[in-house]
C-alpha cells in the first residue's frame, strides 16, 4: 500500500484502535487573524464578532476509555471560564466556570463527550473533506507521526462537516500507530489560525473509573437539563 493509502487507512480506523487514552493537549488560538481570514471570503458577521486579537492559549486535558467513558477539563477561555465535563455510558454532567453543573442524556457519545477535540480522535471526518499529501515524519509528544498536508475540498455538499470558509490549509501530524492525530494546524494565505497540539498522551494505560465520575463540591446541586416540550405533548 503507498503512503497515502497506509496514512487513509490509519485515520479512517483510529476510533478502533485505542481503548484508552490519557492526553494533554494545547491550544493556541490567533482570533485577530481568524477574523482577518473571515472578512478576506466576505463573512462580515464572523469578522465582526468575538473580543481582543491577541494569540490567546490554554491547556486542556482529555481521559478516554472505550467503549463510551470520557472526561474533559480545559483551561481557562478568554473569559476566566474552565470546561469539567464527564461522560459515563448515556450521562454526561457538565460545569462551565461558576455556573450550576448539568446532567444530560447523551444520544451520540463522540459527538459531546470531547468536546472541540473530537477530530484528534476520531481524523476520519477530515479525509472526507479534504485532499491530503504525505509530507514526511516526525516525533510528536514522543510518538512516531506521519506528516501531513490536508488542502480543503470546497467542490463538496457544504452540509458535510467541514471546516470554515476561510480555512484553505490544514498540517496534521497522524499517529502511526493509533491513527490518532497528534497535531493539527489550521491555515488562512499562509497564516496560522489556531495550533492544537497533543503535548503528552498515554496509549491503553489503565485509568481508574473514578476518573469517570464527577464529583460535586461539598452543597453543589447537579441540575437536570430542561428540555423543550413538543408542541402538543
Not at 24 to 33: L, S
Not at 48 to 74: I, M
Not at 114 to 132: K, N, T
Not at 202 to 220: K, L, Q
Request: net charge negative; glycine share 10%; aromatic share 4%.
Amino acid at each position: 500500500m503507498s503512503e497515502l493509502g497506509d496514512l487513509l487507512e490509519l485515520m479512517h480506523t483510529a476510533r478502533g484502535r485505542c481503548h484508552a487514552l490519557r492526553m494533554a493537549i494545547r491550544v493556541w488560538e490567533d482570533p485577530g487573524a481568524t477574523r482577518d481570514a473571515a472578512g478576506a471570503v466576505g463573512n462580515a458577521v464572523w469578522a465582526a464578532t468575538g473580543e481582543g486579537r491577541r494569540p490567546v492559549e490554554r491547556e486542556d486535558r482529555l481521559w478516554y476509555s472505550a467503549p463510551d467513558r470520557a472526561r474533559l477539563e480545559t483551561g481557562p477561555s478568554p473569559s476566566g471560564a474552565r470546561l469539567v465535563s464527564v461522560t459515563d455510558g448515556p450521562v454526561r454532567i457538565s460545569r462551565l466556570g461558576d455556573a450550576a453543573a448539568v446532567r444530560e442524556t447523551v444520544v451520540r457519545f463522540r459527538e459531546v463527550a470531547f468536546g472541540e477535540h473530537g477530530a484528534l480522535l476520531d481524523p476520519s471526518p477530515l479525509a472526507a473533506v479534504a485532499d491530503l499529501e504525505v509530507v514526511g515524519r516526525a516525533v510528536a509528544a514522543g510518538r512516531e507521526g506521519i506528516v501531513a498536508r490536508a488542502r480543503i475540498r470546497r467542490d463538496l455538499d457544504p452540509l458535510l462537516l467541514a471546516p470554515p470558509p476561510w480555512v484553505d490549509e490544514l498540517e496534521v501530524v497522524v499517529d502511526a500507530a493509533c491513527g490518532i492525530l497528534l497535531l493539527q494546524v489550521t491555515r488562512a494565505g499562509g497564516r496560522a489560525l489556531r495550533v492544537v497540539e497533543v503535548t503528552g498522551v498515554e496509549v491503553d494505560g489503565y485509568i481508574p473509573p473514578e476518573r469517570f465520575a464527577y464529583a460535586p463540591a461539598e452543597g453543589e446541586v447537579v441540575r437536570d437539563r430542561q428540555r423543550p416540550t413538543p408542541p402538543g405533548a
